[in-house]
């Protein structure tokens, strides 16, 4: 392995063990807020425990996130010191407000883990709200930075300087709406179906089912809800990606020469030597319809991008296929879900229904995973789209194998570790959650 | 605008220092502490910064975004060449976060927590040494930035006694900005009187590793001397730091623990101006006699003035906040935390 690959490969560590837990950063406190205002309505205590249970598992995550966060602030620079020099100044704006945004994250957590009994009752529900809302707040403000790098803006690029820099306007820049959107619904998504899943488990093996009942119904609901939308804001963004990146969507689609009525490729096996895809399946016009709303409209294959300027195909391809193979997936045990929720009640108690929450447990992470992978690695070899190229960003301190192998093992261990805690803490739901 | 930036940036340093240093400073103890009294230590200390746990390290974010954002040049010279303490600091910081939390949340109390503790205490003793190490270094004229060989780019650029002194200068500033801290968390005497005699183990402790400081800057050939002593607000500081501590002592002889956090803290603050003086606006002195400058290498205007308003505006929003989530776990007693 090469330092280049491993500083990549380190970097792609570090943001797909972080997104875990920034996922469920942002959206466990609204899941935690829910229950907790039926405890507050219906006094049951019931809702309390779920409340409990699940702010210390918000805790456990918040840390972890926390940590790995500020690993990855200073990973940019440790890794890519010549794109942070230019990109550092224009695209800081987000990662500044996203300052604020923890500060008022990590402030509220102290004040709602630490805070019962000693406040207010609602106004210590609220600042179980502002955790979940400043959260959500940080993940979008990011993503405006990543939004930035697939679609720069806010400066002139002229002989190779960075001229005429405005913040703002990098900030507000095309991609992030789509991106935004897409990552906050995929949150939801992947922390909904997760949480549910092991609920739903629970249920199975018959501990505490009141108890599980209730949790479940609660991750299930927001879960179902958003993989019932992700679709259609995934549509917006690879109309997006049309516009700005052609060569991502090509590589996405393993889509190699310009035609009109372009064919959707699903499955397959991209050749990228001979140009070709072997057994897929083709659903002609439905690539130029999902790319620009058009059954017959152009659109632009690998054949009209310099070989020089591909990003990998088959990795991007495979990625977008699980990404959109899980969506589909996802939305179909939503419907499920909400068809047994409005006509079939029966269905509600029915083991098959949880067996189907169990199986779905990772399908989310996985969807964001790969959703991760198509943006990053399809945006190659560029680090900032069309101006700055990944392998001259890379730091250039050798040796660097050696510190993926090192972050490689750390990260690992934490993931075991992180695992473990949960399973002690449902082990114990019984015991601390009696009554 | 730029100077309200810089101030920030030195604001959030010094409360990095102050409360992070605390709460390093409390794992650091807990590696001092007999293994009877450990336990009490580790409740003292839950109770006293559990709260506020996360917010403090939120400062040393603070600290590198401002960076980053306001001043690349001088981010990326540190992180390409200080790479390796930064990565063993980010070790550190990971270790320690992670174990603090598990520790504390681990449903099941078994001899899991013989794991997590060291963990805790070893990693928050290297995270400051580092820290510590990568200030130094900083200042030291250790980095190269035309070396050609892997050692002088990238490892004598912060292995030096120097940045070794002023790492083990900052870890027992920790210890001792904790033990002073935990004085006023406990609710019986006999604690009280053994976290004073830790406040006085680690000032000792403090003030060796100054001397070591002087004397590998001297052995180094860094003006540490005149830095220090070459200007009046140096001067004054450090006499203002040297009386703090005079009457620490005199205090803590007394039973008198009401004024020790406030002159812990003035000490400190004292300290880091001192060291910082002298050098603003030159926060990375090189090896060819070139430095960084805060005001020469800052980034382009625009830039200074958003992430000065963004700086402005977070504190208007997390100030009140904050002082209200101390006050009211101050006030009503943290003792009675879970
Ligand atoms: C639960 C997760 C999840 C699910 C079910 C989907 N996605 Fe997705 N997708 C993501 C999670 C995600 C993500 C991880 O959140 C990404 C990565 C970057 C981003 O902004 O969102 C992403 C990126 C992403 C991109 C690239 C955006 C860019 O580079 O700017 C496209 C075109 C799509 N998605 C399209 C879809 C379509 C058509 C889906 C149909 C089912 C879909 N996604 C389901
Ligand atoms: C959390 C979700 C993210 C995931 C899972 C992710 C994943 C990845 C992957 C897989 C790569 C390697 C691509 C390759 O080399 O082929 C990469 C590279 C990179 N990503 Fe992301 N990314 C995420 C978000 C972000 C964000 C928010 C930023 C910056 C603000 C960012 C900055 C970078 C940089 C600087 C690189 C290295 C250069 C490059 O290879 O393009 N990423 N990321
Ligand atoms: C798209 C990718 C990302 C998303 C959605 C995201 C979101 C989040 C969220 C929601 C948190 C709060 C943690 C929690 O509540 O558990 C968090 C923490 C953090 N993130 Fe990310 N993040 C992303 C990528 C990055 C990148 C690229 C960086 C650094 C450059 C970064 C830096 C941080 C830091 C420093 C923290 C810790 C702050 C804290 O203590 O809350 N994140 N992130």
Known sequence: MDDFIAARSQMALSLGFHIIFSCIGMVMPFFMAVSHYYYLRTNENVYKNVTKAWSKGVAIFFATGAVSGTVLSFELGLLWPEFMKHAGPIFGMPFSLEGTAFFIEAIALGFYLYGWDRFNKWFHWFTGVIVGVSGLASGILVVAANAWMNSPAGFDYVNGEYINIDPIKAMFNDAWFSQALHMTIAAFVATGFAVAGVHALMILKGNNVLFHSKSFKIAALFGCTAALIQPLSGDISAKDVAERQPAKLAAMEAHFHTEKSAALIVGGIPDEEKQEVKYAVKLPGFLSFLAHGDFSSEVTGLDRIPKKDHPPVAITHYAFQIMVGTGMLMMLVAAIYFLALWKKRDWLSHPLLFKLFVIATPLGFIAVEAGWTVTEVGRQPWIINGIMRTADAVTPMPGIVYSFYTFSAVYASLAVFVAFMLYRQIKMVGRLYND | ?338
Request: with cysteine; aromatic share 14%.
């Open chain 2, 1 to 338: 605008m730029l100077y309200v930036v810089i101030t920030y940036l030195w604001a959030s340093i010094l409360l990095y220092l102050l409360l992070g240093g605390a709460d390093f400073g409390a794992g650091i103890i807990e590696l001092f502490t007999s293994r009877k009294n450990k336990g009490v230590t580790r409740k003292t200390l839950y109770s006293a910064i559990g709260p506020i746990w996360e917010a403090n390290h939120m400062w040393l974010i603070i600290a590198i975004v401002i960076l980053f954002v306001g001043f690349p040049v001088i981010y990326t010279t540190m992180s390409v060449h200080l790479h390796i303490p930064l990565t063993v600091m980010l070790l550190g910081i990971i270790a320690r976060g992670t174990a603090f939390t598990f520790r504390h949340y681990d449903a099941v109390e078994d001899d899991m927590q013989n794991l997590y503790n060291p963990i805790f205490a070893w990693s928050s003793f290297i995270t400051p040494l580092f820290l510590g190490i990568i200030a130094g270094s900083a200042v030291s004229g250790h980095i190269d930035t035309k070396a050609t060989s892997f050692l002088d780019a990238y490892i004598f650029s912060w292995l030096h006694w120097f940045a070794v002194a002023v790492g083990l200068f900052t870890a027992a500033i920790c210890g001792f900005l904790a033990s002073v801290y935990l004085i006023g968390e406990t609710d019986n005497d006999h604690d009280r009187l053994r976290f004073a005699h830790k406040a006085q183990f680690f000032n000792i402790a403090a003030v060796l590793c100054g001397i070591l400081v002087f004397a590998a800057a001297f052995a180094e050939n860094i003006p540490l001397l005149d830095w220090v002593f070459g200007n009046w607000v140096g001067r004054i500081a450090i006499l203002f730091a040297t009386l703090s501590l005079v009457l620490m002592w005199y205090l803590l002889y007394q039973g008198r623990i009401g004024l020790l956090r406030p002159l812990a803290g003035f000490q400190v603050t004292m300290i880091l101006i001192t060291t910082t003086y002298r050098h603003f606006p030159n926060i990375v002195l090189l090896k060819n006699g070139g430095y960084l400058s805060l005001l020469e290498h800052s980034g382009h205007e625009k830039t200074v003035y958003t992430l000065g308003m963004a700086l402005l505006l977070g504190s208007i929003l997390i100030l009140p906040a904050l002082f209200y989530l101390i006050y009211s776990f101050q006030k009503k007693g943290a003792s009675q935390a879970h």
